[in-house]
T-cell receptor, first 113, second 114 residues
Framework: EPEVTQTPSHQVTQMGQEVILRCVPI?????FYWYRQILGQKVEFLVS????????KSEIFDDQFSVERPDGSNFTLKIRSTKLEDSAMYFC???????????FGPGTRLTVT | AQKVTQAQTEISVVEKEDVTLDCVYE???????LFWYKQPPSGELVFLIR??????QNEISGRYSWNFQKSTSSFNFTITASQVVDSAVYFC???????????FGIGTKLQVIP
């Protein structure tokens, strides 16, 4: 099945700056997710987004994070004021629903200096 | 709460050997879904299989096979006649009930030596 694309592939930013990571679905999907993977560690769920609303979020997804689908196409993750510990690979995923698997994009590597 | 344990952090095998990656899960829900994902050195996450809690039938796909046993809460993955291209980190994952969140294990790094 087609997956999603993510831009940029690598983003370097200074601590305290805002970053926006983008996810572009290949076709019209309804379920989107963001996960992160700190280098060498496990993949962690951040948030799920269904029908243009957050349907579920983890304790990691605090006030500095936000998601939206501004133009009905791109799905974005915004980190308002980045911290060093936000350095990670961020994966966007899409799915068909709670009973189905999720297909992941290639990821965006975020480096906060 | 849901939890996935992959006790093997790293495994090395010689090409053509069989290898089994262990996965033990915990959940209070009676309906849940188990997954395996592969993460090659290039970094992407590749979906391999999904198994529903009400379907304990084992599955074989080419050199890959999966053994799901509810009695021991395990969902093990076997690669037969391993190849160098199988070298990757393999993640077992769990989704419970009606939740969207998928919980991943720590991953098992498999190195296949030529």
């Amino acid at each position: 099945e087609p997956e999603v694309t993510q831009t940029p592939s690598h983003q370097v930013t200074q601590m305290g700056q805002e970053v926006i990571l983008r996810c572009v679905p290949i076709s019209n999907h309804l379920y989107f997710y963001w996960y992160r993977q700190i280098l060498g560690q496990k993949v962690e769920f951040l948030v799920s987004f269904y029908n243009n609303e957050i349907s579920e979020k983890s304790e990691i997804f605090d006030d500095q994070f936000s998601v939206e689908r501004p133009d009905g196409s791109n799905f974005t993750l915004k980190i308002r004021s980045t911290k060093l510990e936000d350095s990670a690979m961020y994966f966007c995923a899409r799915g068909r629903g709670a009973t189905y698997e999720q297909y992941f994009g290639p990821g965006t590597r975020l480096t906060v200096t | 709460a849901q939890k996935v344990t992959q006790a093997q952090t790293e495994i090395s095998v010689v090409e053509k050997e069989d290898v089994t990656l262990d996965c033990v899960y915990e959940t209070r829900d009676t309906t849940y879904y188990l997954f395996w994902y592969k993460q090659p050195p290039s970094g992407e996450l590749v979906f391999l299989i999904r198994r529903n809690s009400f379907d304990e039938q084992n599955e074989i796909s080419g050199r890959y096979s999966w053994n799901f046993q509810k009695s021991t809460s395990s969902f093990n993955f076997t690669i037969t006649a391993s190849q160098v291209v199988d070298s990757a980190v393999y993640f077992c994952a769990l989704r419970s009930g009606g939740y969207q969140k998928v919980t991943f294990g720590i991953g098992t790094k498999l190195q296949v030596i030529p």
